[in-house]
């Protein structure tokens, strides 16, 4: 049996700041541009708290 494991990783390829947004698009298996739009959003609705949390997950996240 074949079991393949999901991980949250940050891609090499196809980025535009640290890779995160493409991480996670690849792990949840939607466009990186739907994330990056959402991660926008939320940096500018939320007064900087989604800013808090891209710069953890920069930092948390193993990059591939």
């Not at 990783?9 to 947004?21: H, I, L, N, S, Y």
């Not at 007064?47 to 953890?56: E, I, M, P, Q």
Request: overall charge positive.
């Amino acid at each position: 049996m074949n079991t393949q494991v999901k991980q949250l990783v940050r891609p090499r390829e196809d980025r535009m700041v640290a890779g995160v947004c493409s991480g996670v698009a690849r792990y949840l298996g939607v466009d990186p541009t739907l994330v990056r739009l959402l991660a926008v959003l939320g940096v500018i609705l939320s007064f900087g708290t989604a800013l808090v949390a891209y710069v953890a997950a920069w930092i948390l996240m193993p990059e591939v």
